[in-house]
């Protein structure tokens, strides 16, 4: 079964930088895009940011110029560079895969379980 694991969540003062990565593992498979969305309490999950096999990216408006998505396809990770970071960045954090099983045609979505980003003023 494929894995989402996600690490590099924790608590910051604005203006502080956090990364977050996420590798995904377990059987064969390929995978599509890669992305972050993140939930804020009472809010809904909002894609941050994601980024296609072949490199295109993808930024919620509010952290374009601030935050950076990168992949290693061949280590299946996926990485988010996060500076500047303000108080209302503060969310639950999801790694979000489109993965392919090999033997299957289509790819479906699958998620971390999620890493705390707290930034206080």
């Known amino acids: 079964q494929v894995q989402l694991v996600e690490s590099g969540g924790g608590l910051v003062h604005a203006g502080g930088s956090l990364r977050l990565s996420c590798t995904a593992s377990?059987?064969?498979?390929?995978?599509?895009?890669m992305g972050w969305y993140r939930q804020a309490p009472g809010k809904k999950r909002d894609l941050v940011a994601s980024?296609?096999?072949?490199?295109?990216?993808n930024y919620e408006d509010s952290v374009k110029g601030r935050f950076t998505i990168s992949r290693d396809t061949a280590k299946n990770t996926v990485t988010l560079q996060m500076n500047s970071l303000k108080p209302e960045d503060t969310a639950v954090y999801y790694c979000?895969?489109?993965?392919?099983?090999?033997?299957?045609?289509?790819?479906?979505?699958?998620w971390g379980q999620g890493t705390q980003v707290t930034v206080s003023s």
């Open positions: 979000h895969a489109d993965v392919r099983l090999l033997g299957m045609l289509r790819a479906r979505p699958f």
């Open positions: 377990g059987g064969n498979f390929e995978i599509n895009d």
């Open positions: 980024i296609s096999r072949g490199g295109a990216t």
